[in-house]
């Protein structure tokens, strides 16, 4: 375009009608040399002209005829008139409203008086940045969950609201905000409430502590499966693009950078020029969430890719990032951009490929070095974590490495003679009977609505509180029966109740007493003189059983045994499926919980794995299989379409067959395996069978077991062990490590091989 007159050039035969514009017209030239300048097309620059009359109709409704009325203020207010209404006209005046700023030519305009909400967000905002030291992006999060809090309280209306604030008007913002907020977001919520409320303590313009009466939602560590491509598909994407484009080529070097190097989507974009060091080959990435910058060899692939993205696709610019916007107005990639061109090259691949975000790629090329073995310290170090736990979380996704945790299935013994099994009603009583008595599904005592409120609350913060809520009913029951009229918790009461639960064990005891400890120190924020429970005096819980280890060949005749099961009236294999579900629970470790709760929809029958989700604390995890395991689980599943039984992915693997349940109980699940055990002779010192939790403890075993005959290092293993199990760290994995006999005798002659060189004669050379 001709840089004498870009007006004349637009619009030839009525430029001089064009510089006539009101408002505008004096600074039309100028504004569309700006645009130019700014990387506009002529095309927008033609729109961003057609749209100006109707913006100037808008001014002159405001009373504004000229520019020297004009403010930012004003202008502003247009642009935010027409952005929910109209997103093109509203992207012009954003336009128009740069165009002055950078030029300095209109006045703010008057200063409207600032609200109380304001007031208060700028407030703590410079409280957050001066004397707590956060970055701007956590007080921006901070002051927006702040203003929808004060927006509840209705704070412009009445600023000494929090004078009279009661923690049940908290409790009621919680419970809205839960609406929309996981427990993950309602975390920050619960965190931006009580740093506001200890504020205003200390400042005297609040009486109560309410900040430390505020409970949080429960989160757990490695709660989610990384998320994760296989590295073919990975490859197919990158391949799919089409590099002969300008954009083309710099989607493609964006997205190899972010796969090759494992990048996030801030270091991506904040990638400079200056960055690469050609003579030294390396890539220098400041790491924004760990404030360090780590240098990265630089690849002969990476460097030839980026020299061509360079010479060919790169525009000519004065800013030095690396990566720059494909429209106008020209400048660097934010980092939701990232986002958006995997999202858009997704879509053109034509790949069956989830909408992950940008973070997938950083995940599958931890999973692919796990893969091809490099260690777990290594791939730290290439991504950029402080310390090994942050990296342990892609151990979860070695499914080659935690195949090796899996046991086979016990094998299967011919000489083996069949044997009646034992009825139910042999089975000695495990426990003494406890009262039966109907509760109700609703609190009917004095204190039901505290009791609702609890419940309500704990839920809102995440938790599915089922179990403490029947204990809760237990106690609502009692006040029912036995204290009507009863408007004030006493001490007698609480023992009284206490009375009621001797037939549990004490550890159960003690857990029903902690619950309603919790409760009544929940009551007594509104209700003072409520009695609080001494924990020192609640009983002390008994040591855990020592589990009754059960060996590859007594599980092999356990198995064989449930094939003698009947079929029943509703599932024909009701013999397959027992031996199954036992199958996994002593070859996987799995809980007894977690197998009920499969689903063929949770099989990865290509993979050979069972994704276990949202199982003890949250977590989620992979349970590859043993070859012979999954070629069991596979028969079944074959047998099972054959009888035209359900195959859905919603149909539980261990189906009953009935209409409600679907799948097995736990109690009936827990009877058919002590009458097995008592079949073949399966029981302890004192002639009780195992627990089916139990078996877990025997997998562990069996597995730390098989490595020392192996010769395996098994401090190396432990880490496996861990994850296949879902624990967070081989802490948790100790309780189920217990010294036996067959293990110790392994340990020791592991000991004598490495160490015996060392002693001579009784002493050390």
Request: charged share 25%; hydrophobic share 40%; net charge positive.
């Amino acid at each position: 375009m001709n840089a004498t007159s870009f007006l004349v050039q637009l619009r030839p035969r009525s430029f001089r009608r064009w510089r006539a514009l009101p408002v505008f017209g004096a600074q039309l030239e100028r504004f569309v040399r700006w645009l130019h300048s700014q990387g506009y097309t002529t095309g927008s620059i033609r729109n961003y002209m057609k749209a100006l009359p109707r913006v100037v109709r808008c001014l002159r409704r405001k009373g504004v005829t000229s520019l020297a009325q004009l403010t930012q203020q004003e202008l502003q207010a247009v642009h935010s008139y027409y952005r929910p209404r109209n997103p093109d006209l509203s992207g012009v005046v954003r336009g128009l409203c740069r165009f002055f700023r950078e030029r300095k030519t209109l006045p703010e305009g008057k200063r409207r008086a600032r609200s109380p909400v304001e007031m208060e967000l700028d407030q703590f905002a410079e409280y957050l940045r001066e004397t707590r030291g956060l970055a701007t992006a956590t007080i921006l999060g901070h002051t927006r969950r702040l203003k929808l809090f004060l927006g509840f309280l209705r704070y412009n209306q009445d600023p000494c609201c929090l004078r009279r604030l009661e923690l049940g008007r908290i409790e009621t913002f919680l419970q809205r905000s839960a609406r929309t907020n996981n427990r993950f977001s309602m975390q920050h919520v619960v965190a931006t409430v009580r740093a506001f409320l200890r504020r205003q303590h200390a400042q005297g313009k609040l009486p109560r502590t309410l900040h430390l009466q505020i409970d949080t939602p429960r989160v757990y560590r490695l709660e989610r499966l990384p998320r994760a491509l296989p590295w073919t598909q990975v490859q197919a994407l990158l391949g799919s693009i089409d590099r002969s484009e300008r954009f083309g080529l710099r989607d493609f070097t964006l997205l190899y950078l972010a796969a090759a190097y494992g990048l996030r989507s801030g270091e991506l974009v904040r990638l400079t020029l200056d960055d690469i060091d050609w003579r030294g080959r390396t890539l220098r990435v400041s790491q924004t969430k760990t404030k360090n910058a780590i240098q990265l060899p630089l690849t002969d692939e990476a460097a030839s890719l980026l020299i061509d993205y360079l010479c060919k696709a790169r525009p000519e610019s004065s800013h030095r990032q690396l990566f720059l916007r494909k429209r106008a107005p020209d400048g660097p990639l934010k980092p939701t951009a990232v986002h958006d061109v995997l999202e858009h090259r997704i879509r053109l691949s034509g790949l069956d490929l989830p909408q992950l975000g940008t973070h997938v790629l950083r995940h599958s090329l931890a999973a692919h070095l796990l893969r091809q073995g490099v260690g777990i310290k290594t791939i730290g170090d290439a991504l950029g974590h402080r310390d090994i736990e942050s990296t342990s979380i892609y151990l979860r996704l070695g499914v080659d490495d935690l195949r090796e945790v899996a046991l086979p299935a016990p094998p299967w013994i011919t000489a083996s003679p069949c044997q009646a099994l034992a009825p139910a009603r042999s089975l000695p009583r495990l426990r003494a009977p406890r009262p039966d008595r109907h509760l109700p599904q609703r609190f009917h005592s004095s204190l039901a609505a505290s009791l609702q409120r609890f419940v309500d609350l704990k839920r809102t913060l995440g938790r599915r509180y089922a179990g403490e809520a029947a204990i809760l009913s237990h106690w609502d029951d009692f006040l029912r029966r036995r204290y009507p009229e009863a408007r004030k918790v006493r001490a007698a009461m609480f023992y009284d109740w206490a009375k009621e639960l001797s037939h549990l064990s004490p550890t159960v005891r003690r857990n029903w007493q902690r619950v309603l400890r919790n409760f009544l120190l929940f009551h007594t924020r509104a209700h003072a003189g409520t009695f609080i429970p001494d924990i020192l005096t609640f009983p002390k819980p008994t040591p855990p059983q020592p589990p009754r280890l059960v060996s590859e060949t007594e599980m092999a005749l356990i198995i064989q045994s449930a094939h003698q099961l009947s079929p029943s009236s509703t599932n024909p294999l009701r013999a397959e499926t027992i031996a199954l579900g036992l199958m996994l629970l002593f070859c996987c470790g799995l809980r007894r919980g977690e197998l009920l709760r499969l689903k063929l929809g949770d099989l990865d029958r290509d993979q050979r794995l069972i994704r276990i989700a949202f199982t003890k604390f949250h977590k989620s995890r992979l349970v590859p299989l043993d070859s012979t395991v999954a070629d069991e689980l596979e028969h079944y599943l074959q047998r099972r379409h054959r009888m035209k039984l359900p195959m859905t992915p919603d149909s539980f693997l261990l189906w009953s067959g009935r209409r409600w349940p679907e799948v097995y109980a736990g109690a009936s699940l827990s009877t058919v395996w002590r009458r097995l055990c008592f079949t073949v002779k399966v029981l302890d010192a004192h002639g009780r069978p195992p627990r089916l939790h139990d078996l877990r403890h025997s997998f562990a075993l069996n597995a730390l077991q098989r490595w020392y005959a192996e010769g395996a290092d098994v401090q190396t293993k432990l880490h496996s062990l861990a994850t296949y199990l879902g624990h967070v760290s081989p802490v948790s994995t100790h309780y189920y490590l217990q010294l036996t006999p067959e293990l110790r005798q392994a340990a020791n002659e592991r000991f004598h091989q490495r160490f015996a060189a060392l002693f001579t004669d009784g002493g050390v050379l």
